[in-house]
């Protein structure tokens, strides 16, 4: 049955996948850079160090957090359109669930608080 899904489908899965893939490392890396650019030109201007290096670390939280979300869509689409295999799935359903543990410490990290803390308790702290 897995064939005939992927016969039919064709290749274009897997290309999105492939998509996906590229587009969360390049992300991570873009990012990755940016980060440490804009805090050596904010070195080289005398700024704090340590509020350089907390800016560093919230830009580079956050396109890991971003490149993460797209690894993850593209590990669902390859397990699911173009190797769905009771082992891909278990493998699929791991990486998930340490991706998503990754993605939720690095939001505690960057903002204080869980993911789904509503904001309006921010409010009612001030």
């Given at each position: 049955?897995t064939?005939?899904?992927?016969?039919l489908?064709?290749s274009?899965?897997?290309?999105?996948?492939?998509?996906?893939?590229?587009?969360?490392?390049?992300?991570?890396?873009?990012?990755?850079?940016?980060?440490?650019l804009?805090?050596?030109?904010r070195?080289?201007?005398?700024?704090?160090?340590r509020?350089?290096?907390?800016?560093?670390?919230?830009?580079?939280?956050?396109?890991?957090?971003?490149?993460?979300e797209?690894?993850?869509?593209?590990?669902i689409?390859?397990?699911?359109?173009?190797?769905?295999?009771?082992?891909?799935?278990g493998v699929?359903a791991?990486?998930?669930?340490?991706?998503?543990f990754?993605?939720?410490t690095?939001e505690?990290?960057?903002?204080?608080?869980w993911?789904?803390?509503?904001?309006s308790?921010?409010?009612?702290?001030?």
């Amino acid at each position: 049955m897995t064939n005939g899904v992927a016969n039919l489908l064709g290749s274009w899965p897997e290309w999105c996948a492939l998509a996906l893939e590229i587009l969360g490392i390049s992300i991570i890396t873009v990012v990755a850079i940016y980060s440490l650019l804009h805090g050596a030109i904010r070195l080289l201007k005398r700024d704090s160090p340590r509020a350089i290096y907390q800016e560093i670390r919230q830009r580079l939280g956050r396109g890991i957090l971003l490149g993460l979300e797209f690894l993850i869509a593209a590990d669902i689409i390859n397990t699911v359109a173009v190797e769905l295999t009771l082992t891909n799935v278990g493998v699929l359903a791991l990486i998930v669930l340490i991706r998503t543990f990754l993605s939720f410490t690095l939001e505690v990290e960057l903002t204080g608080k869980w993911p789904w803390q509503h904001p309006s308790s921010e409010l009612s702290d001030k």
